[in-house]
Every structure is written in C-alpha cells, then in structure tokens.
C-alpha cells in the first residue's frame, strides 16, 4: 500500500508548539473549544469516556477535566472501543495522513460514539499566502513552501465517509482578524504553534525584501478599517457517529409504501410516448 507523502516536519513543529506555550495566543483554539461546547451540548447525551486530541493540553483540561488528553502523533494513543466521545481539536490539518487519523478515531469509538473534529481550512490564510508567492516570484524569481496547504470541505466530508463514520456531516465557519500589519500576523501565527513546519520548506533564512514587498502586497490588496489588514481563518468541523443498528438508515430504492403523488395530493401525469423512448 502507498503511503501518504510527509507534508509535516513533526519534529519542527513540536519545537514551535514548545515555543507558542510560552507566551501564547489561543483566541482561535478557544472560539474552536467554545463552539464544540455550544455542539455538544446540542447533543441529548451525557459523554462519559470523552478523549481530546490536541497540543494544548492545558487549555483542554480546564473545559473537559473529565477528557484523556491524546497528543497528535501520527499514531494516536487511542484503544479500539474505549471513548465514547472523541474530539479532534484543531490540529488535524498538520497530520500528514488526515484520513488514517479519522480511521484512528473512528476505532477508538464505542457503537454510536460521536466524534467531533475542527481543523483549518482551505480558505484561510488565502491572503497571506498571496501576498507571499507573488513577492517572493518578484524578488528571487523562485517559489518555496511557506504556507500549510489545508483541505477543503468537500474532501473532508469525503474523509468521513472513508474512515466509516455514519451520518457524517461537514460544516465551516470563517473568522476575520485584523492586525496593524503582516509583522503582527506572523507573530501570531508564531504564538499559535502554527509556524511553517512545512517538511519542504526553505531551509535558510528568506531575505528582507521578500517580507517588505509582502507587507506591501498585503496593505494594499486586503485593507481593513484604521490602516489595519484582515487575515481569514475558515474553521470546518466534522461530525461523524461510530455505526449501530439504532441509528437511522435510508430505505432501500423501490421500498416506498405510497406513491409520491399520492402523498403529495396530486395526479401523476404520464410522460408522451416519444419522450419514455428518449427521443
């Protein structure tokens, strides 16, 4: 079987979580917990074996102190049918094998346990990465790996499918942030833990002139009130339910009980002869 290529260096990106823990900026994977909160509690279900995937550990425990802590190793620490409940909490895009991770908890899951993922999608950071190409196509004449690839929702959806979830649902949320310039964005991005850890990222350091133009590109192409600039940051989250016989299934076709027409209280008008031959 043909393994998936390696997008992620893991051992760069730990060192940038490291870093990020320091002094962080969590605002979006605290508006991502808050929103899995507001879906769960949607849910008419008490959850007593969540698990939560994550990085940031500490900002997990104080939401769902009841929740085992997994880091986002490419092979997750999970045991078949031991959660009925598990979370995959904005790291998935970083994963170099999306699909084997939902496979993962999709095992991990007791029958009818839900899962609930959030990662980044393919929209966000659409600005920067721009801004980026075009300045470094100017100025080296080049192109190299700066900004994560991310899926978009349809493949997601599709993932879903793949890893054996019932009644799986994809769904997104963009959310615009502002900065005084790109030098505050990158800084963010740095503090979040999602510095490029790209494993084909440029390994020396990028010349001054590339970030310069970049930040002109940047101003002048996505303004945002007070001289400031937008950054967008599109958040898709996945629902998806281990299968059991108590959830609901479509019926077989040609199983109907009644007629559409009937039901529906009108007459059903056959089609010409010349149109039943498809002519």
Do not use: K
Request: aromatic share 6%; glycine share 8%.
């Amino acid at each position: 079987m043909q393994m998936p290529p390696i997008l992620t260096d893991r051992a760069a990106l730990a060192r940038y979580r490291d870093r990020a823990a320091r002094d962080p900026a969590l605002f979006l994977q605290q508006d991502a917990a808050g929103e899995i909160e507001e879906r769960l509690g949607e849910v008419n279900r008490r959850f007593t074996q969540p698990a939560v995937i994550t990085p940031f550990a500490d900002l997990w425990r104080a939401r769902m102190p009841e929740a085992r802590i997994i880091a986002d190793d490419d092979v997750l620490d999970l045991a078949p049918g031991a959660h009925n409940l598990v979370i995959h909490a904005l790291c998935l895009h970083w994963s170099n094998d999306p699909v084997g991770q939902l496979v993962q908890c999709r095992r991990a899951l007791c029958p009818d346990g839900l899962f609930l993922g959030v990662l980044f999608g393919g929209q966000t950071l659409a600005e920067l990465r721009a801004c980026l190409a075009e300045a470094e196509v100017a100025v080296t004449g080049g192109l190299s790996p700066r900004v994560l690839p991310m899926a978009e929702i349809r493949d997601l959806g599709g993932g879903l499918q793949r890893a054996g979830f019932a009644l799986p649902v994809a769904d997104s949320t963009i959310r615009t942030v502002t900065y005084a310039d790109t030098g505050r964005l990158m800084a963010d991005l740095r503090a979040m833990g999602e510095a490029n850890a790209l494993a084909g990222r440029l390994r020396r350091p990028t010349g001054h002139q590339v970030f310069s133009r970049t930040a002109a590109l940047y101003a002048a192409g996505f303004p945002a009130p007070e001289g400031r600039i937008r950054a967008t940051f599109e958040m898709i989250f996945l629902t998806g339910w281990a299968p059991d016989d108590s959830q609901p299934r479509p019926l077989r076709p040609g199983s109907a009980a009644r007629r559409l027409a009937d039901a529906l209280g009108s007459v059903e008008q056959p089609l010409p002869p010349a149109t039943l031959r498809g002519s």
